[in-house]
């Protein structure tokens, strides 16, 4: 599919590099291209570093990049345009002009809007009724909510492919059942900013307290079950009608200002600012963003663990992708490192070489029949033994692949050598695994079904003309100097 992004920001080149990194051919146009390309290689820096630390298998190969030097070549046979320009109507009906004339039949006209109602963008364009409003949040290529808003003149239709299109490149699509001002998102995200103003204007937070409130607080709640989960929780084994029995009544006190404004005079303003720089004002930008895209990436891999949250839809995606093939043995594994796998020695941890042989041994399994079907039939393997042995270092942003030779594949044990190949194809270290077959029931060792004891048998035999990988059968070894 081919992409057109019409402006190059932070919105624009987070759309970027999420539809680049799953595939899809991308065309850049901003008036201020070479500003732009600047803009997008820092991003799709960043992006490479984490959005693919996301999956425990790869994605699609990357699609291919165009730096447009009009809205026209952009948008010439774009299956899908988003545009992300500044929130002025006069700017967005002029591009508008642009894009229509160049926009093929059965094309989606996607704006990344926070502020305008589909009905006010619609009313710019020639045929409204394929404008859809695709608000995204920030950073676009790694936080998955987008939410699909349309109007009255809308299909249906038209809702239900963006969000199939949303889906495809792992994000989490919001469909709307009408218009309104902020969609969903942003007006909750404005009451909570309206609130932090008044606090640090009346003097009774600083910046630094009131996220330190969201980071310790209920924004780690928040994370996994949002607002109304945490709520039904709160109610006790009565649920959601004792908590609002319970605490319902608060909310005529006078707790928060609600829609009321405060002014944001030049004090207020040096206020926030100066309070905002003693926060992290010794940090630079692309540091915090370094930071933040490294925390999100561990936050949504535990939630993905979990199928909850944020990594749902991660999960979802995943469970689609393939691992390609290639060479005389299988690759079980291909992925690449996250930052959170990194040690204090700013190579990856030794226990994830465990954790990454373990998922190649249950995907060559897996292939050969033994299922979530067959596990809950009762049947299953449990890993006996396990030799590591580490031959060069890899690091946050690294790609494995890892190839697995059958040693033995008959009788109750399987055998198991893991060749875990670094950056250029550089052997990085070998995994040696002894599994047993076991039935679950009585929890000891049994004979696979016969269908997996055959498939198994196959890739022992089809291994068989393969030499004896070197250090396999091997214990911990000491290294003379010659």
């Known amino acids: 599919m081919k992409v057109a ?48 630390a996301l999956y425990d298998r790869p994605l699609p190969r990357e699609g291919r990049l165009h730096i447009a030097a009009s809205v026209g070549e952009a948008v010439a046979g774009a299956n899908w345009a988003q ?75 038209l809702k239900a492919r963006a969000a199939k299109i949303m889906r495809g490149i792992g994000m989490h699509p919001l469909v709307m059942r009408s218009e309104v001002e902020g969609f969903i998102g942003n007006r909750l995200q404005e009451a909570v900013w309206r609130e932090t103003l008044w606090m640090i204007r009346d003097g009774i937070a600083t910046t630094q307290e009131i996220d330190e409130a969201i980071l310790y607080g209920f924004g780690l709640r928040w994370a996994q079950m949002g607002q109304f989960e945490t709520y039904r929780l709160a109610g006790g084994a009565a649920g959601m009608r004792h908590f609002l029995a319970q605490f319902g009544p608060s909310l005529a006190q006078p707790l928060t200002h609600l829609t009321d404004v405060p002014d944001l005079d030049a004090a207020l303003v040096d206020r926030i600012a100066a309070q905002s720089d003693a926060q992290s004002g010794h940090l630079t930008i692309p540091e915090m963003e370094r930071a933040r895209d490294a925390n999100l990436v561990a936050l ?149 079904l016969p269908h997996v004891a055959a498939a198994l048998e196959r890739l022992e035999h089809a291994h068989a003309h393969l030499p004896r990988p070197d250090g396999a059968g091997r214990a911990i070894g000491e290294q003379t100097k010659g």
């Open 5 to 52: 992004i019409i402006g190059g920001g932070v919105i624009g080149s987070g759309w970027a590099a999420r539809f680049l990194l799953n595939g899809h051919d991308v065309a850049v146009y901003d008036p201020a291209p070479d500003g732009a390309a600047r803009r997008l290689e820092e991003v799709l820096r960043n992006a490479r570093a984490s959005l693919p």
């Open 83 to 157: 545009e992300s320009a500044p929130e002025r109507l006069e700017i967005k009906r002029a591009l508008y002009a642009e894009i229509e004339p160049h926009l093929a039949d059965g094309a989606v006209l996607a704006s990344s809007t926070s502020g305008y109602k589909p009905s006010q963008l619609q009313a710019l364009c020639e045929r409204p009724e394929r404008l859809i409003v695709a608000h995204p949040f920030n950073p676009v290529y790694l936080v998955p909510l987008v939410e699909i808003v349309g109007s009255d003149q809308t299909p249906q239709e």
């Open 300 to 448: 949504i891999r535990a939630l993905k663990q979990r199928n909850v949250g944020a990594g749902r839809p991660i999960r979802e995606q995943e469970a689609e992708l393939s691992i390609p093939q290639g060479g005389d043995l299988r690759v079980t594994a291909r992925r690449v490192i996250p930052p959170s796998w990194i040690d204090a020695n700013g190579h990856m941890n030794e226990a994830h070489y465990v954790e990454v042989a373990s998922n190649a041994a249950d995907a060559l399994t897996e292939s050969c029949g033994v299922t979530a079907e067959y596990i809950a039939g009762g049947n299953s393997h449990f890993t006996a033994e396990t030799h590591v042995r580490y031959l060069a270092e890899l690091h946050a942003g690294d790609e494995i692949v890892v190839r697995t030779q059958v040693l033995r594949g008959t009788g109750k044990k399987t055998h198991l050598f893991h060749r875990f190949e670094g950056p250029a194809g550089a052997l990085a270290a070998t995994v040696e695994m002894m599994i047993l077959h076991v039935d679950l029931t009585t929890r000891k060792v049994c004979e696979p």
